[in-house]
């Protein structure tokens, strides 16, 4: 069974503010949430992590409500470099699974 | 600081052939391992994990099989590959301990078609 569910496509414009959304229904209390970013034929890359309420960093910002039953990933002003597949995880064991991730195309 | 290789970044081979990938990492010691498939324009399947030497979790059945002889060396291998063993394999690691905040670490990965 999936552990997160997550659009599979947004687009947006360059200098737009993007939000993704991902559902965790099933988080457990010692679970954290971690967003990932992978462009093509890359490994996925750590982008920001989080347990309860905001996390911002150099390149984001999560949000993440006091049920923590889903977590919204915020880029400010994106760019046409920041297209590419965004994936949420939500695990505290060794199986590390990834869900199929959102595809976000940044647009002139 | 650590790293982690993958050879080779890209591999043909025929239908029935062997298989052998191999990932190291460099700079930790006692890491989680990984090895992820991608097909093309798809998300990542989890093929299977170790936690130490000698132990590992496989996710899916198939003709795929992992070894880890070494610490810090992760081996996918094949007896016969199929066309649907394509895709791009990644190889990950994280800390060992406790799971909780646990950050993956991705290799480059190796692009495989099976012809």
């Known amino acids: 069974l999936a552990k997160t569910t997550q659009p599979i496509s947004m687009d947006s414009y360059e200098g737009q503010e993007v939000n993704i959304t991902c559902s965790h229904n099933?988080?457990?209390?010692?679970?954290?949430i971690t967003w990932y970013q992978q462009f093509p034929s890359q490994g996925p890359r750590f982008i920001i992590q989080?347990?309860?309420t905001k996390v911002t960093n150099e390149v984001a910002s999560l949000f993440i409500p006091a049920d923590r039953k889903s977590s919204t990933l915020s880029l400010p002003r994106v760019s046409l470099s920041d297209t590419a597949v965004y994936y949420c995880l939500v695990d505290n064991n060794n199986d590390m699974r990834f869900g199929a991730g959102t595809r976000l195309t940044v647009k002139p | 600081s650590q790293t982690i290789h993958q050879w080779p970044a890209t591999l043909v081979q025929p239908v029935g052939s062997p298989l052998s990938l191999e990932c190291t990492v460099e700079g930790t010691s006692n890491p989680n391992l990984y090895w992820y498939r991608q097909a093309a324009g798809r998300g990542l399947q989890l093929l299977f994990y170790s936690v130490g030497i000698g132990q590992i979790s496989s996710e899916v059945p198939q003709n795929l099989s992992a070894s880890r002889p070494q610490d810090r060396q992760f081996i996918l291998s094949s007896k016969k590959l199929l066309l649907s063993d394509s895709g791009f394999y990644l190889c990950?690691?994280?800390?060992?301990?406790?799971?909780?905040?646990?950050?993956?670490?991705f290799g480059p990965g190796t692009r495989l078609l099976v012809l």
């Open positions: 990950a690691w994280n800390r060992a301990g406790t799971a909780a905040r646990k950050t993956q670490y």
């Open positions: 989080g347990y309860k």
């Open positions: 099933n988080i457990a209390t010692n679970d954290y």
